[in-house]
Structures are given as C-alpha cells and as structure tokens.
Nanobody, 116 residues
Framework: QVQLVESGGGLVQPGGSLRLSCAAS????????MGWYRQAPGKQRELVAT???????NYVDSVKGRFTISRDNAKNTLYLQMNSLKPEDTAVYYC??????????WGQGTQVTVSS
C-alpha cells in the first residue's frame, strides 16, 4: 500500500506563490511517475503536471512558465511550486502516484484559493 498526504494549500492573492508538498509512505518503491491534478468547482479534474521517476516533466499549457513540479526521491516527496497565481488556479489540488500503467493512488487533496 502507498499513502499520499498533501500540504501547503491556502489563500493567496493574485500574483502570489505557494508550494504544495505530497509526502509518500508505505511501499514507495512501487511508485513510478507522479503528478498533480486539480479540480475547480463544477469542473472535471484536470492534469496539471507530471514527473517521471527520471525527472522528466510535462505541464498543461495554462501553467507552463508559472508552475514547477519536482520530486525528492530520498524524502519520498513530490512538490509543486506555483508562481504568478491567478484566480483561475483556484481548485482542490490532488497528488497522484502511478504504480502501474493503469493503477495509482490519490492523496486527499489540498485547497488552493487565489483571491484578493
């Protein structure tokens, strides 16, 4: 079993920054790629960024140049540095770990609210 716990969400003004963390525990050796998703009220959950076990990254176009995904394998922790935040970034952010091509584990989510 793998458990994921997110932290770092909160309320921030437009243009501000936040760093989300996702701590993994349990059978962490079974984790392959990891990613961050988000779900805004009334919208479907969308993939924000992914990172492979080798450190290769991908981002949805709306966050390119503003968000940075990273992982510290020694600490079993995934990060999402979010800069130049916009109101449309407001959502619950979820950490996800792929265990196989078709199975994975979700964190419980952390709320990010961008508002003045």
């Amino acid at each position: 079993q793998v458990q994921l716990v997110e932290s770092g969400g909160g309320l921030v003004q437009p243009g501000g920054s936040l760093r989300l963390s996702c701590a993994a525990s349990g059978r962490v050796f079974s984790i392959n790629d990891m990613g961050w998703y988000r779900q805004a009220p009334g919208k479907q959950r969308e993939l924000v960024a992914t990172i492979t076990s080798a450190g290769n990254t991908n981002y949805v176009d709306s966050v390119k140049g503003r968000f940075t995904i990273s992982r510290d394998n020694a600490k079993n922790t995934l990060y999402l540095q979010m800069n130049s935040l916009k109101p449309e970034d407001t959502a619950v952010y979820y950490c996800h770990a792929w265990l196989t091509l078709t199975t994975g584990v979700w964190g419980q989510g952390t709320q990010v609210t961008v508002s003045s």
